[in-house]
């Protein structure tokens, strides 16, 4: 495509008419901006097909149902996968309703003033904080001061230090998805002269619920993955039995997934490198299912929306 | 009583008033009331307890070791008989390793949010942002088992003396991991520069590159350097990838073909280990930890002060 | 410049007849619109537009709202292309060029021909920069400080900004904003400057400054300004185009001639109801 001056008498010299670097940069700018974002896409890729080329041979019944073990063909993933469970459901049950509680308080009941914005602030704070600042906390709080509940490095503190790691994340969906509630169904309520909990209680919070869930299972599936705050609070490399079937497995020591998969990575021999392939092929796939329950429950819930 | 557009303001919520009476407060609701005031409060204790404890432990610490030596000292030896502790052994890889990172992640998270806002049909970008959104999904333990028995391995084939534990990989595989947070930000960024601005740029006879790098980028910068600060940020804190691929040879160094140890590093060392509390090494955690966290903090003041200065008003 | 008679048509009847009632003839004129037809997806916005623009003369394209005045504005200077949905068809000639045509870059098009948009769109740059740009980028290697003067004198702004021209463009008045874009679109020396609505988002003031700074610039430049503002029109132009809506909703010209002409002799029944007020 040439171009063709137009109008040739108002053209100075001092111009160019001829539009090639111009062109040129306008040319490329596009599909290198292309390549920058299939650069990302590309290792990904890269990335999935190392791991899973190297995981998936590894897995097996047996992979799933032993102990680690000093031997990296008999190494296994049922403790961390017990502990990682374990540690979850602790999460979720402190996180869930504390993060729905605040969200609540801010989105419904709260004024401006500057408690409510100074809780903002340290909301928006907090969920910047370099997650291992958090195993510190859990360390000297959960692990040492409240040794005598918690026995120390144990589920319970493991679990609640994930808790105040994911809150933030939790307070922050739920204020969306409060605030997606048209404030016209609020003023029905009222209109019929129920109070401000009963409002909430059978309209607002029903209608948020699926948003509310959508990010707390998001906010979770995080959770499952991270491993330095964990590693702080003494979460054990090497757990070779499973806790006690009863309320005092929360206050045994314990490790989780990410931790194994850390342990094995760090070992000289292959065999160990094969199976933290195996962890991750495994973790990957909870991640998955996890988003996708996720993302189906957003979806479905979407459709029925007002 | 009259109806106007502040009887269902927030704060006449709660009182029931009105013709029928009943203008006492009830009882159950101002209690539940309390207990969601009370879960909104845990935030703020969470960062009281965040630096409490962190000042609590760093106190302890600076009464053993000088606060001069921490900042001066070039050696980094907290667990050796004889030890030292210049902080600025850690802070120089953590400083390298960010480096290197931001190198990858700010040019590639600029152009793909580029492409994404400026070239990308509605379709594309609908499929794109999401894949690109796995990448910050991936948990960075994963990342560093790529960086350490993939990447690594291939560099060393293009670089000779590349040690095994080294803080290129490292720093590679962590800004491919930050790619989706500069994206993501500048392109809501891009995304808030008006039509009419770049209309009248069009105007003019620009070129769409012109146009994009002649008005909206500058337009966006605010948020795109806020991105850039996020970025840092999270490469800073960032743990496990240098924890299993950079290495734990404390050693002050620009060089990224070494071992190197950044704080967050060092945290996971000794906390893999077995240390007694009110031990000196148990206390060296937390002082690297008050480092970590004051520059983490001052980053993400710093970047809502710049977005809150800069922020172009384009009417 | 002679004005023949109709060679067209019908003669004016009530309601819109979807047909253009009258065309002046125009000697030697900068544009010529042959047939313009412009589509948003599959609505049809305006049809078989063909009118002649003369050269250093103010040509208003007036109508009541809808009827696609701005539509053949933007369709003069390829601006209409950034939608993607949109399409064009006929011909736009300038001296004798389709610019429509496939060799030809709409890129050079948006230089020869400028736009001043209807609400003040000046860049968060500093006024200098915002003259500045549209010359740098295309090349300019002279004196800039020279240039940027000459277009802010141009645009009658010179003595209200000279000594703040490292102040931000958005930090003056609406009307001065104006100016600003009109002394940006004149820094890069186009033949033709495009007006859409340019007054509408200004006070009463600033709009006659502006009508004043079109007399001055009409010297040099050819000025098509699109206006839902009769009385401006009749002020401020040479020549007018009238266009309204059919009844199957797509716009067309009905009527082009002298702004004299048009004003106290309408030939078509519509543009006397719509210039009396009798709708619009």
């Not at chain 1, 998936?56 to 993933?77: C, D, I, N, V, Y």
């Not at chain 1, 329950?293 to 459709?303: D, E």
């Not at chain 2, 590159?209 to 960032?238: D, H, K, M, Q």
């Not at chain 3, 103010?58 to 009541?64: C, K, M």
Request: proline share 5%; with cysteine; charged share 15%.
């Amino acid at each position: 495509m040439s171009t063709r001056n137009l109008a040739a008498t108002s053209l100075e010299p001092s111009w160019s008419a001829v539009r090639g670097i111009r062109r040129v940069w306008d040319r490329i700018f596009g599909p290198l901006s292309l390549i920058a974002t299939l650069l990302g896409l590309v290792v990904l890729a890269a990335l999935l097909i190392d791991v899973f080329s190297d995981g998936l041979p590894r897995l097996s019944w047996q992979f799933l149902t032993s102990f680690p073990s000093r031997k990296p063909e008999e190494a296994g993933l049922v403790s961390a996968l017990v502990g990682s469970i374990l540690m979850i459901v602790v999460t979720a049950m402190v996180a869930f309703p504390i993060g729905v509680g605040a969200a609540l308080y801010l989105e419904e009941y709260a004024s401006d003033n500057a408690f409510t914005r100074f809780v903002e602030i340290n909301i928006a704070n907090l969920a910047g904080v370099p997650s291992i600042i958090y195993g510190l906390l859990g360390l000297e709080i959960f692990v040492r001061v409240m040794f005598s509940i918690t026995n120390g490095r144990t589920v319970v503190s493991g679990g609640m230090t994930m808790a105040l790691l994911i809150l933030p994340v939790i307070i922050i969906a739920t204020r969306e998805a409060l605030r997606a509630v048209p404030n016209s169904l609020r003023q029905a309520g009222l209109a019929l002269g129920a109070s401000q909990w009963q409002v909430i209680r059978d309209h607002v919070l029903p209608q948020a619920l699926p948003g509310t869930l959508t990010g707390t299972i998001l906010a979770l599936s995080r959770a499952i993955g991270e491993t330095a705050p964990l590693i702080t609070i003494g979460a054990l490399t090497y757990i070779a039995y499973l806790p006690p079937a009863s309320p005092e497995a929360l206050r045994t020591p314990f490790t989780v997934l990410p931790i194994q998969i850390f342990n094995w990575v760090s070992r000289p021999q292959k065999g160990f490198h094969e199976a933290a392939a195996a962890g991750i092929v495994v973790l990957l796939v909870v991640l998955l299912a996890m988003n996708a329950l996720a993302i189906y429950l957003r979806n479905r819930y979407q459709r029925r929306a007002v | 009583m009259e109806l106007t557009d502040q009887t269902f303001a927030k704060s006449s919520l709660r009182r029931d008033s009105g013709p029928f009476g009943r203008a006492r407060p009830r009882w159950g609701e101002k209690i539940l009331e309390r207990i969601f005031a009370i879960c909104a409060s845990i935030s703020i204790l969470t960062t009281a307890g965040i630096i409490g404890v962190l000042i609590f432990e760093t106190a302890a610490f600076f009464q053993e070791v000088s606060l001069w030596d921490f900042l001066t000292d070039t050696q980094w030896t907290p667990l050796f008989a004889q030890k030292e502790f210049g902080i600025f052994v850690l802070i120089s890889a953590t400083f390298l390793t960010t480096v290197i990172a931001l190198i990858v992640a700010l040019p590639v998270g600029l152009l793909a949010a580029i492409f994404l806002s400026e070239y990308a049909s509605e379709g594309l970008r609908k499929a794109l942002k999401p894949a690109l959104e796995i990448l910050a999904g991936i948990p960075t333990v994963v990342y560093g088992y790529f960086a350490l028995l993939f990447v690594t391995p291939i560099l060393k084939t293009f670089i000779p003396g590349l040690a095994g534990f080294n803080s290129l990989s490292a720093g590679l595989v962590m800004g491919v991991m930050i790619i989706p947070t500069i994206a993501s930000l500048s392109e809501d960024a891009i995304y808030a520069v008006p039509r009419s601005l770049r209309e009248g740029a069009y105007a003019l006879g620009a070129t769409r590159r012109e146009v994009i790098t002649g008005v909206v980028i500058p337009a966006a910068l605010s948020g795109i350097v806020a991105a850039f600060i996020l970025g840092v940020s999270r490469a800073v804190g960032e743990t496990m990838i240098v924890a299993i691929a950079a290495g734990q040879n404390p050693r002050m160094t620009l060089d990224p073909t070494v071992p190197v140890q950044t704080m967050t590093s060092f945290i996971v060392q000794v906390s893999l280990g077995d240390t007694p509390t009110g031990s000196l090494e148990y206390k060296t955690i937390f002082a690297v930890g008050m480092t970590l966290f004051l520059i983490t903090l001052g980053l993400n003041i710093g970047s809502h002060w710049f977005v809150r200065k800069f922020r172009e008003v384009y009417e | 410049m002679t004005v023949q008679t109709a060679t067209e048509t019908k003669t004016s009847t009530n309601g819109a007849t979807g047909q253009t009632n009258y065309r002046a003839s125009i000697k030697d004129p900068i544009l010529m619109l042959n047939n313009v037809n412009v589509w948003y997806g599959n609505t049809h916005a305006v049809r078989n537009i063909s009118f002649d623009i003369p050269r250093h003369q103010v040509t208003a394209l007036i109508g009541p709202s809808g009827c696609g005045k701005s539509t053949v504005l933007r369709s003069l200077n390829r601006m209409n292309e950034l939608i993607p949905i949109a399409r064009t068809e006929g011909e736009v000639l300038v001296n004798g060029r389709n610019l429509y045509d496939a060799s030809v870059d709409p890129v050079v098009v948006r230089r020869h021909i400028g736009m001043v948009f209807q609400k003040p769109n000046p860049f968060p740059k500093s006024i200098y920069e915002n003259v500045a740009w549209g010359a740098r980028i295309n090349g300019y290697k002279g004196n800039m400080d020279e240039l940027v003067e000459e277009s802010l004198r141009g645009a009658a702004l010179w003595d209200e900004v000279k000594d703040k021209l490292h102040e931000s463009g958005l930090s003056l008045s609406g009307g001065q904003q104006q100016r600003l874009c009109i002394a940006r679109a004149i820094a890069v020396k186009p033949e033709i400057i495009l007006m859409d609505e340019p007054c509408s988002a200004l006070d009463p003031i600033a709009t006659l400054k502006i009508e004043d700074l079109m007399r001055e610039l009409v010297k040099k430049y050819t000025i098509v300004i699109v206006t839902h503002n009769m009385q401006q029109a009749a002020r401020a132009s040479d020549y007018t185009a009238f266009f309204m809506v059919n009844d199957d909703r797509v716009g067309y010209l009905v009527e082009h001639n002298h702004t004299d002409e048009i004003f106290t002799n309408p030939k078509d029944k519509n543009t006397e109801d719509y210039i009396t007020g009798r709708f619009g």
